[in-house]
């Protein structure tokens, strides 16, 4: 089997396989969007959204979009800024259960940073769910409490943000 990690644009026969990861994620927390949801996030920005691929197949993906700093997509629903911002949004990562703890999540995050730099932005954002906070926090994320409307994440959502100046330390790839 080819173990080799790859991470790429977003192409028409992953979403089957995306929908399914993002359902299994998020099923049980009640935040399951669906596929239309997912493809119009990245619509609105296909050079900040991404797909893992490890053994020949579909092992996570990124999907991320220009946003306003303090603000978030409605769940479900295709938000986009209105205005140029250089605010990247981190709408959702997922990497599939099995393949978890691995580091794929820190190479997947390191190169969204690289495009998200070379798109010139300036600072990545994101609603943590799930209980997530600590890992995104290791990865160099602080919290905005009280940005994110109670309950409309789930429980415990905290909006929090990265500066990608001082970013570059934070994600080491293994
Ligand atoms: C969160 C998630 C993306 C992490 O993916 P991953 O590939 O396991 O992450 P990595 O292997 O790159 O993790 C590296 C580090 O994060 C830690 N970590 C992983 N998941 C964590 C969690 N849920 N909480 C705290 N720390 C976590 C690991 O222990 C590891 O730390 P270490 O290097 O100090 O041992 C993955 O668990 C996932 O897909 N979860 C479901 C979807 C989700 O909640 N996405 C985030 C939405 S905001």
Redesign the pocket.
Known sequence: MNDAVRIRGIAERDWTAIAALEAR?YTRLGLTEGQAALRARRDTSPDTCFALHLGGRLG?YALALPYPHGAYPGLGRAGRATAPTRNLHLH????APE?????????LLRHLFTAARSHAYDHVS???????E???S?RGFTPHPGVVTPGEYGANAVYMSLSLEVSGVRVPCP
């Open positions: 994620a996570g959702d990562l997922v990497i393949l978890r703890r691995r580091g794929l999540a820190r190479k994101l609603v943590s769910v799930g209980g997530t600590a890992f995104w290791a």
